[in-house]
T-cell receptor, first 116, second 111 residues
Framework: GAVVSQHPSRVICKSGTSVKIECRSL??????MFWYRQFPKQSLMLMAT?????????EQGVEKDKFLINHASLTLSTLTVTSAHPEDSSFYIC????????????FGPGTRLTVL | LAKTTQPISMDSYEGQEVNITCSHN???????ITWYQQFPSQGPRFIIQ???TKVTNEVASLFIPADRKSSTLSLPRVSLSDTAVYYC????????????FGTGTKLQVIP
């Protein structure tokens, strides 16, 4: 199946700094990617829909100025957590769909963010 | 987006067949049912997808009754490595539609 990668897999940062997470579709093009956040022992929560060449669509309650999303190419979307705080510590997962496939979403391996 | 309801957790012994049922009473005509598996600290992995009746692949079967208001994921002869959280999702295929994850079912396989 199609492969989605994320980088970094794990990041630790100080409070107040910004962190960028990359999501790449390795062997297919994705006009749409999704970003999720998952807290320990909880389900995935959709944060935003990333659209290539246009602004992301954020879910209710997600601060667009804090979680900056850029989808500059058909294989790359980035999520920047600005001025991170300890409560932003979470597991961030992206997904993308291969339009030529069966339509299922392929998920990245996730990025573990720890804000000290 | 159709809401799904699953049991929070299930236990099973190795070698047994496991059936996890998902309720989706307000499923729409164009919606498909998709199941994902997630191990700790990993992204979800696609297991199976179906629209009606029965679908089978190399790892699981999916049973969907005629009214489509529920579905059952069947895992034959589970092993310890099948311990994971299983999510049932309902939505239109194509990948461009956002999906909402429910609570999922934590399956614990016991030796």
């Amino acid at each position: 199946g199609a492969v989605v990668s994320q980088h970094p897999s794990r990041v630790i940062c100080k409070s107040g700094t910004s962190v960028k997470i990359e999501c790449r579709s390795l062997d297919f093009q994705a006009t749409t990617m999704f970003w999720y956040r998952q807290f320990p022992k909880q389900s995935l929560m959709l944060m935003a829909t990333s659209n290539e060449g246009s602004k992301a669509t954020y879910e209710q309650g997600v601060e667009k100025d804090k979680f900056l999303i850029n989808h500059a190419s058909l294989t790359l979307s980035t999520l920047t957590v600005t001025s991170a705080h300890p409560e932003d510590s979470s597991f961030y997962i992206c997904s993308a769909s291969d339009s030529g496939g069966r339509g299922e979403q392929f998920f990245g391996p996730g990025t573990r963010l720890t804000v000290l | 987006l159709a809401k799904t309801t699953q049991p929070i957790s299930m236990d099973s012994y190795e070698g047994q067949e496991v059936n996890i049922t998902c309720s989706h009473n307000n499923i729409a005509t164009n919606d498909y049912i998709t199941w994902y598996q997630q191990f700790p600290s990993q992204g979800p992995r696609f297991i199976i997808q179906g629209y009606k009746t029965k679908v089978t692949n190399e790892v699981a079967s999916l049973f969907i009754p005629a009214d489509r208001k529920s579905s059952t994921l069947s895992l034959p002869r589970v092993s310890l490595s099948d311990t994971a959280v299983y999510y049932c999702l309902v939505g239109e295929p194509g990948g461009y539609q956002k999906v909402t994850f429910g609570t999922g079912t934590k399956l614990q396989v016991i030796p």
